[in-house]
């Protein structure tokens, strides 16, 4: 039993197929009752009830960032070793990721409004979530752009490997070039500084419900464009026939 | 390698505008720019640096597309790739003809345009260092666009939107070295860091480029 078995369609179709009807339903049950049960904890005392809006903001901005990994690791494979489900996955993440990155941008925005009084400021961390953004969209439209699968998947690859060296890259520069006004990372083992645990839970099952949610969007997104692909060959073989 | 060199140099200089293009682009921005801001000394002395730094990199954009697509087209491409130059050297190749054909007649003429601009005196070295060390970079990010797009028939504004964001570290710190020799600040940091990623770039980026040629030609 090793992994690689699951780079086989038909395993991949039988095994996703059983995951999901239990996956969607704890995806959803997670993020709703995540987001409810934060929006009924107190106000904080500074922020007021706008602390709230951080129960989308930090599970979005955490899948963001995973989702464009995961498309890393699926790019990898799909370059070393070919396993077409690979490609496909990670070209099926791609969007889910950009609208992940797009949540957390739009989420920012209206907590910094009132907040820092201002929907949108230069700060590096926001700067560097644009930039992911914008990633994602060169990626969405070259693989959208080719319209032979595998040249496209190798050269989305190629682009994811180069765009994540070059986002990481991006992500340090602008640190340099402007101080921050966004708050450090809201969970963190290092620093002694922790949330009280009425804030905590309701964000750790957020962050549950997005990244299972996340999952489970990429397998739906991933089964469609295997029966796509099944889908092509069979009309193929029919108009040689 | 060299003929290969000569003969990317020679068509861009016979086929018109191979250093002029980016040139003229870049005198059109910097002629229209204060327009756009207003005349006063001090506006825009404070946006030359950005403004020379984003003309430079527009103007190389503007002709990346012509690395490797007329060559795709009448398939000398295809005679490189089955030559016995490896495809990496190739792609290192004609980047460097690129750098040479746009990148460094901005470098020359650069100082000129900072002058249009009120950018300060003392900025000026500091100028041209950071487009001599920062525009390389460019030119083999760019060929590696111009790589992944070569097979399109409208490639163009799709090169535009992967490269770009590509950019972002050499003009953050191409920008910034140019900030801080105008207000005389220490640079060392900022120029050691431009030339790593002008450095980087131009070691690993051909490989990536190399791939990315390989199968658009396949």
Same mark, same amino acid.
């Given at each position: 039993m090793s992994i690689w078995e699951y780079a086989n369609p038909a395993k991949f179709m039988r095994t996703t197929g059983a995951m999901l009807p239990w996956l969607l339903p704890v995806a959803v049950a997670a993020t709703v009752g995540g987001v409810v049960w934060g929006f009924l904890t107190p106000d904080d005392y500074r922020q007021g009830s706008t602390v709230k809006i951080m129960y989308m903001h930090v599970p979005a901005a955490m899948m963001a960032i995973n989702v464009w990994v995961m498309m890393l690791v699926a790019s990898v494979i799909w370059i070393v070793r070919r396993h077409h489900v690979s490609a496909l996955a990670a070209r099926a993440a791609a969007p889910v990721g950009a609208v992940m990155t797009l949540i957390a941008l739009a989420t920012g925005a209206i907590w910094g409004q009132p907040m820092w009084g201002t929907w949108w400021e230069w700060d590096p961390r926001l700067?560097?979530?644009?930039?992911?953004?914008?990633?994602?969209?060169?990626?969405?439209?070259?693989?959208?752009?080719?319209?032979?699968?595998?040249?496209?998947?190798?050269?989305?690859? +190629?682009?994811?490997?180069?765009?994540?060296?070059?986002?990481?890259?991006?992500?340090?520069?602008?640190?340099?070039?402007?101080?921050?006004?966004?708050?450090?990372?809201?969970?963190?083992?290092?620093?002694?500084?922790?949330?009280?645990? +009425?804030?905590?839970?309701?964000?750790?099952?957020?962050?549950?419900?997005?990244?299972?949610?996340?999952?489970?969007?990429?397998?739906?997104?991933?089964?469609?464009?295997?029966?796509?692909?099944?889908?092509?060959?069979?009309?193929?073989?029919?108009?040689?026939? | 390698m060299r003929a290969l060199l000569l003969r990317d140099l020679r068509l861009a200089i016979r086929a018109g505008g191979g250093f002029g293009l980016g040139l003229c682009f870049f005198l059109i921005l910097t002629v229209l720019v204060p327009f756009g801001i207003g005349p006063a000394r001090a506006g825009l002395a404070a946006v030359a640096p950005g403004i020379l730094w984003v003309g430079a990199l527009l103007a190389c954009l503007l002709s990346l597309d012509r690395i490797f697509a007329l060559d795709h087209e009448d398939g000398s491409l295809d005679l490189l790739a089955t030559s016995p130059l490896p495809l990496e050297g190739v792609v290192a190749i004609k980047a460097l003809a690129h750098w040479l054909t746009t990148g460094l007649p901005l470098v020359v003429a650069a100082p000129v345009f900072g002058l249009l601009l009120q950018l300060p005196f003392a900025a000026m070295p500091w100028l041209v260092l950071s487009l001599l060390l920062g525009t390389p970079a460019l030119s083999v990010l760019g060929a590696f666009g111009a790589a992944l797009t070569v097979g399109l028939r409208r490639g163009g504004l799709l090169m535009s939107a992967l490269v770009l964001p590509l950019y972002i570290p050499t003009l953050i710190f191409g920008a910034e070295i140019t900030r801080r020799g105008a207000e005389g600040a220490p640079v060392a940091a900022p120029v050691a860091l431009i030339a790593g990623i002008t450095l980087a770039s131009a070691a690993l980026i051909p490989f990536a480029a190399a791939a990315a040629l390989r199968v658009n030609l396949r």
């Open positions: 700067t560097s979530f644009l930039i992911l953004f914008l990633f994602y969209l060169g990626y969405v439209a070259l693989w959208s752009a080719i319209e032979d699968p595998d040249s496209a998947a190798d050269l989305t690859g +190629v682009l994811c490997l180069v765009g994540s060296v070059f986002a990481l890259l991006s992500r340090y520069a602008v640190l340099f070039w402007n101080q921050g006004l966004h708050q450090g990372a809201s969970l963190s083992v290092a620093s002694g500084e922790r949330m009280s645990a +009425v804030y905590r839970y309701p964000l750790y099952l957020a962050m549950l419900g997005f990244a299972a949610l996340s999952l489970a969007l990429i397998l739906i997104r991933t089964r469609t464009e295997i029966r796509r692909r099944r889908l092509a060959a069979l009309q193929a073989r029919e108009l040689r026939s | -």
